[in-house]
């Protein structure tokens, strides 16, 4: 009796030894579990980071030959940032305008465009004889920008698609070039600096806006440029090139560069 109750216990114990190793096995680990984390809600800004085109701690250097990559082809999801009505109080599109300097029948690039936020505050500098060249890299972007020119009425907007490395402008085509929250989007910049020089015409301005490292909003923090790392980028690509002083943007720096000498 006591031997047939020994082995019941026994056959018992061995089943749930067997049971247990078996839910163990199955059972998923920690990363199994977790589920996936969601996609990183859109910047304030891209159009351009605003292309909106992955890029440091603050107070390092970037590499040349690093961009900071993002995927800007759901347009809607980043008009509602990039045309919120609230981003005219800090990035004062009217006194952006007044540092390029423009003059009616000029032709300037906007490059990295996005949504065509500047496209109305570009046409009306240049005028109906004036040309702007919306650039931007999604070919998503480029349509939205033209219905967007379409439905204002901007006969002087012209919206491409180009490559990364390349803003497809001709030899001295240019007076002109804005590049709003987009030159940290670009990789091997002195290369494309290079480029926007063959493209500029004599007397002719280049515009770089971004953030500054202390900012609120804008790309990671060490994926942001130094103004000094962008006028020697500059510099390299056969620009001159000098922090603009005086300017009251709160959240972002401008660069001006022209044709040497």
């Not at 351009?48 to 759901?74: I, K, L, P, T, V």
């Not at 940032?81 to 007044?98: C, G, N, T």
Request: overall charge negative; hydrophobic content about 40%.
């Amino acid at each position: 009796m006591h031997c047939s109750n020994w082995l019941k216990i026994a056959i018992a114990s061995l089943t749930a030894v067997a049971a247990c190793a078996k839910n163990h096995e199955a059972a998923p680990g920690p990363s199994a579990e977790a589920p996936e984390p969601p996609p990183d809600a859109p910047p304030a800004v891209h159009e351009h980071e605003h292309h909106e085109h992955g890029y440091h701690e603050h107070g390092h250097q970037h590499r040349h030959g690093a961009g900071y990559q993002m995927d800007f082809s759901e347009v809607e999801r980043f008009a509602a940032h990039f045309d919120d009505p609230a981003r005219d109080a800090w990035q004062r599109p009217r006194e952006v305008i007044e540092h390029l300097a423009m003059a009616p029948g000029q032709t300037v690039a906007d490059i990295g465009a996005g949504t065509g936020y500047f496209l109305s505050y570009l046409s009306k500098a240049v005028g109906d004889a004036g040309k702007v060249l919306a650039l931007d890299v999604e070919e998503n972007m480029v349509r939205y920008m033209q219905e967007r020119a379409k439905k204002a009425g901007l006969a002087n907007v012209t919206a491409s698609s180009v490559a990364p490395d390349d803003p497809a402008l001709p030899a001295q085509s240019v007076d002109r070039v804005l590049i709003v929250n987009t030159w940290h989007h670009i990789g091997e910049r002195p290369a494309y600096a290079a480029k926007l020089a063959r493209a500029l015409r004599a007397g002719g301005v280049i515009l770089i806006v971004d953030f500054t490292l202390e900012s609120d909003m804008g790309p990671p923090r060490d994926h942001r440029l130094a103004p000094d790392q962008v006028i020697a980028e500059l510099t390299e690509g056969g620009l001159q090139a000098a922090l603009v002083k005086g300017e009251q943007l709160p959240k972002q720096y401008v660069v001006r560069a022209t044709l040497r000498p």
